[in-house]
């Protein structure tokens, strides 16, 4: 067993990479340690009157490129560690993609499914009274993550405003529609790793009908990529969540799924509304029930991993069939198995590009809260695509053109484009 974590896995590539594209030593320093580590604890009154503390971060990893972005976590193993390592690779993201923004992200040690509705409120109020100085529109802009969303989103910008007396719908991203979000924020993480995986399909000449995909995650990016590729003829094999999964080799139908979540919503609770809480439990014929570790190395031509860190280890690694890996979760495979994969020519698209359309839809959030202006679907689709294509074809070329995997030309391409921004601000 490694002993490793997500910052220390970070860094293996990170320095790699630094080695590869023959970095100067002083200047590793500035991409070794956060800019600014925030740390709170956040007191709330359950609804039975006792009191909960939760401890809260907010990294700030590098704002060389534009203001601080990334996410908010709550999980109760959101560590200072995984934190540190998930803003480290949000300022990789966004200069892959190249949106003016750095890299940050937010967690609070909480699992909210064992909270009420009015209690996971109170925890996003109490965040954002904590960490309201160190945000704002132009200062670090916060956006759902991992059991966050669009609800949050709105409590923690209402807060924000209430606190500075402003009018300041760019300060968070991710907000419900109504509330100053953007049309095609929702599905914008899978829609952009649908790019990519459309673009690589069509430029190795595949028939998406040949192709069977098995999707580790089923909630906002994992459902949602479910969805384009079934309607796109790709055989989704396999689906799952936290409980487990099912595989079919004849393919399941995503939106059967969708209606079991709808029908079963309010068993499974307020919290879980708009993700499959058991899909173990879904009565289908032809379906097999699986563990999320077999939905991993099943026989496969497509894997997303669509859920957590650290699936994909030295441990499993050499027994993943699937000859294309899209990481739509953040940091799914480990820096071992990396190597394992490379040996076995699995191409991995890495999650600082694969799912950068989450943040990039973000950006025209933001964009959209400063001006004012209200874009259609088909434009921030458009818009979305373009990105996305420009950042493939950025780490396309690095990798043909320095002999690297995907993920290492695109750290190469993140840290060369943030090397550029540090360089004329005169830091190094
Ligand atoms: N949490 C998402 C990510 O990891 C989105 C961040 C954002 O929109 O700022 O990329």
Not at 318 to 328: G, P
Not at 336 to 350: S, T
Request: glycine share 8%; charged share 25%; hydrophobic share 40%.
């Amino acid at each position: 067993m490694s002993t490793s974590t997500p910052y220390t896995r970070f860094q293996t590539t990170l320095h790699s990479v630094l080695k590869k594209i023959n970095l100067e030593r002083g200047d590793n320093a500035l991409f070794d340690e956060p800019q600014f580590s925030h740390k709170k604890d956040l007191t709330i009154t359950r609804d039975d009157g006792s009191k909960d503390t939760f401890h809260a971060f907010r990294i700030q990893y590098n704002n060389a490129r534009g203001p601080f972005k990334g996410g908010i976590r709550f999980h109760e193993h959101a560590d200072e560690d995984e934190v540190k390592a998930l803003a480290a690779l949000m300022a990789i993201k966004t200069a892959v993609v190249n949106i003016p923004f750095g890299g940050a992200k937010g967690g609070v040690q909480v699992n909210p499914k064992e909270l009420s509705k009015k209690e996971v409120q109170q925890v996003a109020r109490a965040y954002v009274q904590e960490f309201q100085e160190n945000l704002g529109p132009d200062i670090d802009c916060p956006a759902p993550d991992v059991n966050t969303n669009p609800d949050i989103m709105a409590w923690m910008r209402d807060e924000y405003e209430k606190l500075t007396r402003s009018y300041s719908p760019a300060m968070i991203t991710g907000k419900p529609l109504e509330f100053g979000g953007s049309k095609g924020r929702d599905t914008a993480t899978a829609r952009g790793g649908f790019f990519i995986l459309q673009e690589m399909v069509d430029r190795l000449a595949l028939d998406p009908s040949d192709m069977r995909v098995a999707i580790q995650g089923f909630g906002n990016a994992g459902a949602h990529m479910a969805k384009f590729l079934h309607n796109e003829g790709y055989i989704v094999v396999a689906v799952s969540d936290s409980q487990g999964g099912i595989y079919s080799p004849e393919g399941i139908d995503p939106v059967r799924i969708a209606k079991y979540k709808e029908k079963t919503g309010a068993v499974t609770g307020e919290y879980c509304e708009g993700s499959v809480c058991d899909i173990g439990r879904m009565k289908m014929d032809d379906v097999q029930k699986i563990t999320n570790a077999e939905l991993l190395e099943l026989d496969c031509d497509i894997l997303i991993p669509a859920a957590l860190d650290n699936v994909i280890t030295e441990d499993n690694a050499k027994r993943i069939k699937a000859q294309y890996i899209l990481e739509l979760a953040n940091g799914p495979t480990t820096p071992e198995a990396d190597a394992i994969l490379e040996k076995n020519g699995v191409r991995v698209i890495p999650d600082v590009l694969a799912n950068a359309g989450g943040v990039t839809a973000s950006y025209f959030e933001w964009s959209q809260g400063r001006s004012g202006e209200q874009w259609t679907a088909k434009i921030v689709d458009e818009r979305l695509k373009r990105v996305m294509l420009e950042g493939y074809k950025a780490v396309r070329r690095e990798a043909r053109r320095e002999d690297m995997t995907y993920r290492e030309a695109a750290f190469a391409v993140g840290i060369k484009r943030m090397m550029a921004a540090m360089k004329v601000r005169g830091w190094i």
